[in-house]
Structure formats: C-alpha cells, structure tokens
C-alpha cells in the first residue's frame, strides 16, 4: 500500500515526519492511523484500537485525496495548540 511522506510543523513547536497509508493490516497486524501523542509530543502512526482506547487525537492526511495536485502546505489545526497554525507539508511518496 502506497503512502505519502508528510511533515507536519506549527509554530508552537510541534513538528513531526511521518509516512502515511503504512498499514501492516495487510499482513493480519491492527490497522493504524496517524495521531498525536501527547506523551511524546509528536504526530505519528500508532494502531488504530490504542488510538481510540487512549482518546488521542487523530491527524488527517490531507494529501490523501489529492492525487495529482501537490500544493506545497496545507494549513491544518494542531492537535497541540488546537490554533490553525500548523502546515502540514508533502515531501515524497513511498510504495
Ligand atoms: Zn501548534
């Protein structure tokens, strides 16, 4: 399953790489989903069940939609600050 590479930066300080659409559920493991971790201060891939029992805040993947336009940033809300001040960038695929 092809995925996007990601970069997701607010002026708060979060800042985190990510490689989106990573799913070992394919191969019978629980599927995940991007979300932030407060106890690590990050966004990063985490199981999907651990996400929900945790009431953690998931992240969407706003290039997931668009296949052939690749603006450079997308303004997002930060699960951090909750301010719309956090630029989620597109640096890459991987598949
Ligand atoms: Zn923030």
């Known amino acids: 399953m092809p995925g996007d590479f990601l970069e997701y930066s607010c ?3 979060l800042h985190s790489k990510v490689s989106s659409g990573f799913s ?3 191969i019978g493991r629980p599927p995940t ?3 932030y971790d407060p106890k690590k201060k990050r966004i990063r891939v ?3 069940a ?3 029992a ?3 805040i998931k ?3 706003p290039y997931d939609s668009l296949v052939y336009q690749t603006p450079k940033f997308i303004m997002m ?3 951090a600050c909750g301010q719309e001040t956090m630029k989620c960038f597109h640096t890459g695929w991987w598949d």
């Open 11 to 13: 002026s708060c300080g």
């Open 24 to 26: 070992l559920a394919d």
């Open 33 to 35: 989903c991007i979300a």
């Open 46 to 48: 985490m199981d999907e």
């Open 50 to 52: 651990d996400v929900e």
């Open 54 to 56: 945790r009431g953690l």
């Open 59 to 61: 992240v969407a993947d």
């Open 77 to 79: 809300t930060c699960p």
